[in-house]
T-cell receptor, first 116, second 113 residues
């Protein structure tokens, strides 16, 4: 009964490859996120979708493209992988964080990406 | 703009002693404040949050936090730490008018037996 699940958990790939990380939530939430955690453990938001609509798009290289086929899924596709893309990528979800709501964001277990 | 500061990279305490992890924040409006914990090779687990109301918030695993508006702080506390509390703790803030949750740099807590 995992709430936010993402696959794969570990991914080792070569520079220049294209890879995808999949995420699914069964909490009935309508907002999903991708966060990146770097080697110093800093967490930074990358994207957020609400009801399949992109609402947050931080300064991220356009090699990163999120895709939300429905409210329960938010996948992350990365083209032409670079060494600097090595990080942990966390998927998360919440109810709509509109004004006045203090909805909690729930995180998946992370996907450890290593580019060699 | 919103930001979070966790002034201590590391906190070391003996088991059974009180544990405090500090957090200060900056938002342009009113804040929603959160604490998360991350165990090695795991995701972030929600501990507690302050939305409104009572300044003292109780959460999971015996943790609590106190919202102090005048000092713009939201320190995490536990009266008696356990070795199993050793982990990385993140404070996070969201302005009520913003979608984004911004995290502090994290504080590594080590509880020695």
């Amino acid at each position: 009964d995992t709430a936010v699940s993402q696959t794969p958990k570990y991914l080792v790939t070569q520079m220049g490859n294209d890879k995808s990380i999949k995420c699914e939530q069964n909490l009935g939430h309508d907002t999903m996120y991708w966060y990146k955690q770097d080697s110093k453990k800093f967490l930074k938001i990358m994207f957020s979708y609400n009801n399949k609509e992109l609402i947050i798009n931080e300064t991220v290289p356009n090699r990163f493209s999120p895709k939300s086929p429905d409210k329960a899924h938010l996948n992350l596709h990365i083209n032409s992988l670079e060494l600097g893309d090595s990080a942990v990528y966390f998927c998360a979800s919440s109810q709509n964080p509109n004004r006045g709501s203090g909805n909690t964001i729930y995180f998946g277990e992370g996907s450890w990406l290593t580019v060699v | 703009a919103q930001s979070v500061a966790q002034p201590e990279d590391q906190v070391n305490v003996a088991e059974g002693n009180p544990l405090t992890v500090k957090c200060t924040y900056s938002v342009s409006g009113n804040p929603y404040l959160f604490w998360y914990v991350q165990y090695p090779n795991r995701g972030l687990q929600f501990l507690l949050k302050y939305i409104t109301g009572d300044n003292l918030v109780k959460g999971s695993y015996g943790f609590e936090a106190e919202f102090n508006k005048s000092q713009t702080s939201f320190h995490l506390k536990k009266p008696s730490a356990l070795v199993s509390d050793s982990a990385l703790y993140f404070c996070a803030v969201r302005d009520i008018d913003d979608y984004k949750l911004s995290f502090g740099a994290g504080t590594t807590v080590t509880v020695r037996a």
